[in-house]
């Protein structure tokens, strides 16, 4: 048996939804303009986009650009992030790039990608790219830069090089924070076009 | 120097007599400075020279800051010298390998891995078969008290139990010393005995050197063959104390040994007087 507050934290996420739905219709209804549709009607309108050949191609084509990007994204952040949080140059090296990257909405480097790369889906894996790598090399930095150096020492009394060091305890002592960056990455992959 | 009378016509062994070991370490006139950005640099260890036989238990002990754990961390090759050279077996120690075992106040076991795999992670580094290692870990896990805790993972333990599991895991990879930097620090009073005496039980079996870093003087004479009295910075050997007592050692019989009082009464002392030099000018 569910106690009453387990229940509700269960409950939760479902109660938000509605209440955001419910908030939305009665915006609706009170705006009453031909632009603003109901929660009701955008609902009822799902099936239908699902239905349709063309929606789902184009569903299809953004998950998998998603996919791409995240995962090249990952790939490449993780162990630069590691690096960089494990070696004092390669951070002053890498790090003032990034600072001038991170703060600039990736969207508004679309123009200029465009020109380069035209529309295609390379243009648009690369900006969902360059979003999802740096929340993820931050992440990265940061997690590899905690992690303990008594735990690299241990590790390298049994007899572990530097670059076991570094797959063997900096990555899975890092991992909890480089999931961090990568749901924030995925939040972005999303977001992006 | 001599603190106590001689015990050589005990019939219980003497430190003294036992076998005269040859030089396991050697710190051949160390200096250690630390350069700090803005500050003026910090001289924590100055000109230190000292010899730890095989087999020998030894222990550093000095106030915080005397620079100790960094003595000790050279030695384990963590640390590079400013100045000077430490040897091992006669050979300079260039980096850290696994015949010098770290045991650290912090423990440094890795989170992700049971209690198990901390302990198996030395052995199969060094190549020993998967169910080999696994067994000499479960038996070494026995040794330390901690039979049936195998998979736990060490944030379920208790700080006394993740030191145990520290130990075993640096036993595990057979290091000719182990190197203890205040490995009971963060203990509370009970469990730190309980600790004290397990050590000593264990490191009756097989002697193996050890170097062990201490703020605690009678830690410091419970444990050791020898007590290397430290000065605050820069850090100095003050004087290297025997610790004549017969072994193997019992704390009740311990603590009503007027031999025993004496060496705590006399490196108290010691220390004392290093810090009044410290307050002169």
Request: glycine share 8%.
């Amino acid at each position: 048996m569910m106690s009453g507050r387990a229940l509700l934290g269960r409950l939760a996420p479902w109660l938000a939804c509605l209440g955001l739905l419910g908030v939305w219709q009665v915006a609706a209804l009170i705006l009453n303009t031909e632009s603003f549709p109901t929660a009701w009607e955008a609902v009822r309108a799902i099936p239908s986009i699902l239905g349709d050949k063309e929606s789902l191609i184009n569903i299809l084509a953004s998950l998998r650009r998603m996919a791409v990007g995240f995962g090249i994204g990952v790939l490449v952040s993780i162990p630069l992030g590691l690096m960089m949080g494990r070696s004092r140059g390669v951070a002053s090296f890498f790090n003032p790039l990034l600072m001038v990257i991170y703060p600039v909405p990736k969207a508004a480097l679309m123009p200029i990608i465009m020109l380069w790369l035209g529309v295609g889906d390379v243009a648009k894996t690369l900006v969902i790219f360059l979003g999802v790598s740096l929340p993820v090399i931050y992440h990265s930095f940061q997690g590899a830069k905690a992690v303990e150096e008594k735990m690299l020492w241990s590790g390298a009394a049994m007899g572990l090089s530097a670059a076991q060091r570094m797959i063997r305890i900096v990555l899975p002592a890092a991992l909890p924070e480089i999931l961090t960056g990568c749901r924030t990455g995925l939040v972005l992959a999303l977001r992006s076009p | 120097m001599k603190l106590v009378p001689s015990r050589s016509n005990l019939e219980t062994e003497p430190a003294a007599a036992r076998q005269p070991a040859a030089a396991m370490i050697e710190v051949d006139h160390v200096s250690q400075v630390f350069r700090t950005s803005g500050r003026q640099d910090h001289l924590a260890l100055s000109d230190i020279s000292l010899t730890i036989e095989d087999g020998a238990f030894v222990s550093i002990l000095g106030p915080s800051g005397c620079g100790k754990s960094t003595l000790l961390y050279i030695v384990g090759g963590f640390v590079s010298p400013t100045e000077g050279v430490a040897r091992m077996k006669g050979r300079a120690i260039t980096g850290p390998g696994p015949d010098r075992g770290p045991v650290f106040q912090e423990f440094a076991l890795f989170p992700w891995k049971s209690v198990l795999g901390n302990v198996m992670y030395g052995p199969r580094q060094q190549g020993v078969k998967s169910a080999e290692a696994e067994a000499q870990s479960r038996a070494l896990l026995e040794m330390v008290g901690l039979k049936g805790f195998e998979h736990f993972y060490p944030k379920e333990l208790s700080g006394g139990m993740k030191q145990r599991v520290a130990l075993a895991r640096t036993l595990a990879y057979h290091p000719a010393v182990l190197l203890m930097d205040e490995p009971f620090g963060a203990l509370d009073a009970h469990t730190r005995t309980r600790l004290q005496n397990d050590l000593l039980n264990i490191w009756e079996r097989d002697r193996k050197t050890v170097l062990f870093v201490t703020h605690s003087v009678d830690e410091a004479v419970y444990l050791s063959d020898k007590v290397v009295v430290m000065t605050r910075s820069p850090g100095r050997i003050k004087e290297v104390v025997d610790i004549d007592l017969p072994r193997p050692r019992r704390r009740s019989e311990l603590l009503l040994d007027p031999h025993y009082q004496k060496y705590i009464v006399d490196i108290e002392r010691m220390i004392d007087d290093t810090s009044e030099n410290e307050l002169r000018p």
